[in-house]
């Protein structure tokens, strides 16, 4: 009987050992980043609180986002990173009136692998969908004040606990 019992807490403390050390990403961070064109290359890519927009003059700037995911645990592989943007829009004539507009650009980026209790750093590429929709709207007669990034750790089948997600803006000035 005795021996039942311990088997028992023996099974018990595996299955917790287990299930601590598989193998978890969470998302740390994320960073809006610019890259100015110097002598026809791109510069590296700098850290940024604000972007500096002219309506009707085109930006050749690449916009980026940095995430920073940690592994704790075992390695993790084949994960996916959802992600969408959206602005908080006004008029260029009564920009007193600002509104978010829906999201104006949806995405997915794969992380393939990372080592277990690594930190994992990896770039969203915005620039294309952020030109595309500034054309949009200087078009309409308005412009963003405020460009917001939201990235979802997609979840898998068994996964237990919230779904993670991030949320990252960074504000328009002309």
Known sequence: MLNKRIAALAALALVGAARAACAQLELQKAQWQLA?????R???AE?????????GVPSRARI???LTLLSRGGA????????SIAAKIASLENPQEAAWAVPFGIGEKKIPKIGPNRAHETQIDLSAPVRRY???LHRSGYWPQEIKLQVMLEPRRG???PIQTIESSVSVKK
């Open 47 to 55: 850290n940024i609180s604000h972007l500096s927009l002219t309506p």
């Open 64 to 66: 980026s986002a940095r």
């Open 76 to 83: 993790v592989e084949g994960r996916l990173l959802r992600y």
């Open 134 to 136: 500034l054309n949009q």
């Open 42 to 44: 791109p510069k590296e």
């Open 36 to 40: 100015r064109w110097d002598n026809g």
């Open 159 to 161: 996964e237990t606990g």
